[in-house]
């Protein structure tokens, strides 16, 4: 399995990106996919995941409201939609499946993408 993650960029404070992570092979619904982000000098942490069979999402706090994680189940691709992008969410973001129906555990994620790196200006 590969997961090619892309969109990210350098935006200004307020603005909007889409990510997206397409996977290779087929994705089951018993699968989760996520999206995890590192900041410089911090650890990298959950963002954001969903249930690939009945689309039911998850998402950290620091990110509802503003953040939308969707699925394109033809497509076999996941996305990350960012709104009111602020100077803290600047980090390379990584998107992820996880074979077991992971949640917000890093260590259950199975495979992971190359990241894309998101940086907002403010």
Not at 37 to 53: C, D, L, M, S
Not at 82 to 97: I, K, S
Request: charged content about 20%; overall charge positive.
């Amino acid at each position: 399995v590969q997961l090619q993650a892309s969109g990210g960029g350098l935006v200004q404070a307020g603005s909007s990106l889409r990510l997206s992570c397409a996977a290779s092979g087929r994705t089951f619904s018993s699968h989760t996919m996520g999206w995890f982000r590192q900041a410089p000098g911090k650890e990298r942490e959950f963002v954001a995941t969903i249930r690939w069979g009945t689309g039911r999402q998850y998402y950290a706090d620091s990110v509802k409201g503003r953040i939308t994680i969707s699925r394109d189940s033809a497509e076999n691709t996941v996305y990350l939609q960012m709104n009111n992008l602020r100077p803290e969410d600047t980090a390379l973001y990584y998107c992820a499946r996880s074979n077991r129906g992971a949640l917000y555990s890093q260590e259950e994620f199975d495979y992971w993408g190359q990241g894309t790196l998101v940086t907002v200006s403010s």
